[in-house]
T-cell receptor
Framework: GESVGLHLPTLSVQEGDNSIINCAYS??????FIWYKQESGKGPQFIID?????DKRQGQRVTVLLNKTVKHLSLQIAATQPGDSAVYFC????????????FGGGTRLMVKP | DTEVTQTPKHLVMGMTNKKSLKCEQH?????MYWYKQKAKKPPELMFV???????INESVPSRFSPECPNSSLLNLHLHALQPEDSALYLC????????????FGQGTRLTVV
C-alpha cells in the first residue's frame, strides 16, 4: 500500500480562515518530511520541512506538526489567502522506500473569497 | 540562486521521434532526480543521480535514458515513447541526498502523439 497518504483530496476554506491539511505515513521510520505546494502548470514548491527529532516547526504563516506516535503530519496555514490555492503534497523519506522521497496523494486547497 | 531550470517547457513528439529533456542547476547540489507526474497524481520517482552517478533506477522502461554530463546538468533522452508516457516530467536537485531539501523545476509537459 501507499507509504505516505493524505486524508482529504479537496479542502475548501474561506479567505482569512486557518487551513489544516493532514497526512499519515505507514509503519516505517522516517527521518524527514517535507510539505510542497504545487500550482497549476508549475513544479512543486518547497514550503517547510521537519525532521523526526522535532514535533513542530514554524515558518511564515505555516506550521508543520509531527506526531510520531500516531504517524501523522499536518500543515497549518494561518489567515489563508487566495494565493494559497494549490495542491499540497506531503513527502517523506521512508526507509521502506529505499530512503527516497515519497509523495503522498495531494490535497487541493480552494480558497473562497 | 535556488532555481532548477528545465527545457523545453512543452514538447509534442511522435512515437518514432527521439528527443531530450534538459535540466540545469547552479546551487552546487550533488543529487539530481527525474520524476514523472500524471494529471491529478503525485510525482513518481524515475531516476536518481548522486555525485554524477546513477544510483537509483525505479524500473523505468529503457525508452527513457538518463544522462548526467556534469554536476550541474541532467538530461532525459526519449525514444520510441508511447501515448501513455504523456505527463509532466519534473527535475529536482538536493544538496547531498534525499535527506535534504529538494528543489523542483517547473517541469516539461510532454505529449506523445
Amino acid at each position: 500500500g501507499e507509504s505516505v497518504g493524505l486524508h482529504l483530496p479537496t479542502l475548501s476554506v474561506q479567505e482569512g480562515d486557518n487551513s489544516i491539511i493532514n497526512c499519515a505515513y505507514s509503519n516505517s521510520a522516517s527521518d524527514y518530511f517535507i510539505w510542497y505546494k504545487q500550482e497549476s502548470g508549475k513544479g512543486p514548491q518547497f514550503i517547510i520541512d521537519i525532521r523526526s527529532n522535532m514535533d513542530k516547526r514554524q515558518g511564515q504563516r505555516v506550521t508543520v506538526l509531527l506526531n510520531k506516535t500516531v504517524k501523522h503530519l499536518s500543515l497549518q496555514i494561518a489567515a489563508t489567502q487566495p494565493g494559497d490555492s494549490a495542491v499540497y503534497f506531503c513527502a517523506g523519506v521512508l526507509d521502506n522506500a529505499g530512503n527516497m522521497l515519497t509523495f503522498g496523494g495531494g490535497t487541493r486547497l480552494m480558497v473562497k473569497p | 540562486d535556488t532555481e532548477v531550470t528545465q527545457t523545453p517547457k512543452h514538447l509534442v513528439m511522435g512515437m518514432t521521434n527521439k528527443k531530450s529533456l534538459k535540466c540545469e542547476q547552479h546551487m552546487g547540489h550533488r543529487a539530481m532526480y527525474w520524476y514523472k507526474q500524471k494529471a491529478k497524481k503525485p510525482p513518481e520517482l524515475m531516476f536518481v543521480y548522486s555525485y554524477e552517478k546513477l544510483s537509483i533506477n525505479e524500473s523505468v522502461p529503457s525508452r527513457f535514458s538518463p544522462e548526467c554530463p556534469n554536476s550541474s546538468l541532467l538530461n532525459l533522452h526519449l525514444h520510441a515513447l508511447q501515448p501513455e508516457d504523456s505527463a509532466l516530467y519534473l527535475c529536482a536537485s538536493s544538496q547531498y541526498d534525499s535527506s535534504t531539501e529538494a528543489f523542483f523545476g517547473q517541469g516539461t509537459r510532454l505529449t506523445v502523439v
